[in-house]
């Protein structure tokens, strides 16, 4: 019994606290992308539509579509398209509309 | 309870929605500001979700701090927390359950399943938790995470704002102007 109870207090606790301080465990987590419009051309744009697993990312017209809501995080955006794809690091992504996830990303890569 | 608070999504799911959710936030910021009982209801999931949610009780996350409690009994509970796709056959059970809630009631759809990626509308699945509940609350993620679980029931009893409308998900203008 000593000897867990000096671990104990060696150790702290453990439980975050969240909502007050921000916890660090948050930067390991996998987050759904943020997007570099000037790197994006229409062509780079459609390759990110065709790999995205979940339908999250669509492009009907000039600009990316992006329905956080359906992204998985899964990274495929960013492994085919590096430059322009990159983590956003936001998890914090409750809503309470719906249309709020869905964000619409300008493709600026080809007037440059 | 004012009894409005049952039918706005019972019959039309996805409409008028956003007025009677405020209306209810305010209620539910009030009634269950140190206390709210959640059901889970796993609609298809595949069970990532609930691994994630189990671990809100975990020393870690420990949410009985936030006075958040999970229930065995929809009669009991106060925010139905649903993850999973919607399956069709499970249509009918969800919106039991829904009803079986006492009001006022907050609903929570998990995951990005229930918020539509991933499984498209078929005939096995409805392929989004709005088809069949009222839902008060999105939580992205495949699986959200503990403390995306926890802003959710956060953002669900107005504790914590919600952040969404200010992302624009483009990555800072410094970087890309940097390097384009």
Known sequence: ?112 | MSPSQDTPGQDTPGQDLSQAARQLRDTIAVQFGRSLHIRTLDTGSCAVCEQEIRLLSAPHYDLHRLGFFFTPAPRHADLLLVTGPMVRAFGEAARKTYKAIPGPKVVMATGACALGGVYPADPFVHGNVGEVLPVDVWVPGCPPSPLALLQGLGVAVGRLAEKTPGLTFIAGQDIAGGAG
């Open chain 1, 1 to 112: 019994m000593p000897f867990w109870f000096a671990r104990g207090l060696r150790r702290g606790v453990v439980t975050t606290h969240y909502p007050a301080r921000p916890d660090r465990s948050a930067a390991l987590l996998p987050t759904p992308p943020a997007f570099r419009p000037r790197q994006l051309t229409r062509a780079a744009a459609d390759r990110l539509v065709a790999v995205c697993p979940s339908g999250a990312l669509s492009r009907p017209d000039d600009a990316l579509i992006f329905d956080v809501g359906r992204c998985t995080a899964c990274g495929r955006c960013a492994e085919a398209a590096p430059d322009a794809v990159t983590p956003s690091g936001e998890f914090e992504l409750a809503s309470t509309a719906r249309s709020a996830l869905v964000k619409k990303i300008p493709i600026y890569g080809e007037t440059r």
